[in-house]
Structures are given as structure tokens and as C-alpha cells.
T-cell receptor, first 115, second 111 residues
Framework: DGGITQSPKYLFRKEGQNVTLSCEQN?????MYWYRQDPGQGLRLIYY???????QKGDIAEGYSVSREKKESFPLTVTSAQKNPTAFYLC??????????????FGSGTRLTVV | KQEVTQIPAALSVPEGENLVLNCSFT??????LQWFRQDPGKGLTSLLL?????REQTSGRLNASLDKSSGRSTLYIAASQPGDSATYLC??????????FGQGTRLTINP
């Protein structure tokens, strides 16, 4: 079955540590996205990529980094510069021209907690 | 800057009732609007996608409408069931191929 796989489901980070969240899709989608969800704030866009080897900052990119070396993969690194990383992280994908397709597909999320 | 608002923030109704969730957006220049469902601690499940040229979409007991000129969408749920309890999110896609989300409506269906 086609879909998006996020791992791990739960992740714990110590102060000053970098951690990487995995996102893999087998939908042959061109575009991939990372969102952060906090209680009472809805989903906010961190980074997005519309093509391999290219990505753009979203609304809250500070303290995060991404790479897009393969069409299927869009890992997100939460660096030590992100001062409040505890949140639920969601990865999504879509075909390049969403208005021709089925919209956005989301993964099941990674819950990151600072310990 | 596009802003999306969902009203009400929470809604509790008895089983079997028909209900309407509202979504409004400030910039009518959108490509599409998508309704999602989110269960606690889970990812988002797509319910309905309405392209900007369409007025409504239906899937089973769900019907979503779109009025671009007034910046409004509604999600109608018929004959609600306890399994419909979840948070419902609407999101619009405008320029730069990015989704902008509302904060959601938390729906509880009481048996």
C-alpha cells in the first residue's frame, strides 16, 4: 500500500542534542513537507521541498534543517538551536500540481520530547 | 497573509444529529481546500478535497461546500456516530503550494 512512513513514533532529546526524524513516501509524490503541531496553535510549516535537491523555509524554520537527496525521503533534523522542540511533528507529501491530484497525504507523526 | 479560522473550537452533540463545521479564510485566491480528520495522537486523514473550480464534494455521510468569493467552507456530517469523534481541520492551498491550516474543531458525539 502506498503511504508515508514516519519514524520513530516517539523520540526523546536531551538538551544540546541534535535529533533526526525520518519521513519516507512511496506515493511517487514530488513535494514533501514538515509541519509542527502544538496544542492550541494548529499546524505550522517548517520546511518544504518541491523537487529533489531543493527545499524552502516555511514559517518556523529556525533551529531546523532538512535534506532532499532522494524523491522518497525528506528527513528533518531538530538542532540544539531549537529552544522549544517539544511538539508533534507531521510529514506530508503531494504531487507537484496539487490541483490535478488528490491533495496532501500525511504520515502518522513523531512526538518529540525534551528530557 | 492567508488566515484560516474554524468555528466552533469544540462541539458536543448527541448521536444521530446532523451537524455543520465552519471554516473561513481571508484570501479568496486559493487553489483548493481540504478537510482532514485527526484522532488524538495520530496523523491527519484526508476526508475531502475541493478544487477552486468546484462548489462541493461528497463522500458517504460527509459533504463539503466551498464559496470562494465569501471565503467560506462548511463540512456537513449527516447522522453522526460516536466514531466521528475527532478533531476536524480545514486547510487551504494558495500560492507557493503551501497548506495553511485552521486550528480545528474538536467534535464529540455522545452515545
Amino acid at each position: 500500500d502506498g503511504g508515508i512512513t514516519q519514524s520513530p513514533k516517539y523520540l526523546f532529546r536531551k538538551e544540546g542534542q541534535n535529533v533526526t526524524l525520518s519521513c519516507e513516501q512511496n506515493l511517487n509524490h514530488d513535494a514533501m513537507y514538515w509541519y509542527r503541531q502544538d496544542p492550541g496553535q494548529g499546524l505550522r510549516l517548517i520546511y518544504y521541498s518541491q523537487i529533489v535537491n531543493d527545499f524552502q523555509k516555511g514559517d518556523i524554520a529556525e533551529g531546523y534543517s532538512v535534506s532532499r537527496e532522494k524523491k522518497e525521503s525528506f528527513p528533518l533534523t531538530v538542532t540544539s538551536a531549537q529552544k522549544n522542540p517539544t511538539a508533534f511533528y507531521l510529514c506530508a507529501s503531494s504531487i507537484k500540481r496539487v490541483r490535478d491530484g488528490d491533495g496532501y497525504t500525511f504520515g502518522s507523526g513523531t512526538r518529540l520530547t525534551v528530557v | 497573509k492567508q488566515e484560516v479560522t474554524q468555528i466552533p473550537a469544540a462541539l458536543s452533540v448527541p448521536e444521530g444529529e446532523n451537524l455543520v463545521l465552519n471554516c473561513s479564510f481571508t484570501d479568496s485566491a486559493i487553489y483548493n481546500l481540504q478537510w482532514f480528520r485527526q484522532d488524538p495522537g495520530k496523523g491527519l486523514t484526508s476526508l475531502l478535497l475541493i478544487q477552486s473550480s468546484q462548489r462541493e464534494q461528497t463522500s458517504g455521510r460527509l459533504n463539503a461546500s466551498l464559496d470562494k468569493s465569501s471565503g467560506r467552507s462548511t463540512l456537513y456530517i449527516a447522522a453522526s456516530q460516536p466514531g466521528d469523534s475527532a478533531t476536524y481541520l480545514c486547510a487551504v492551498e494558495g500560492g507557493a503550494q503551501k497548506l495553511v491550516f485552521g486550528q480545528g474543531t474538536r467534535l464529540t458525539i455522545n452515545p
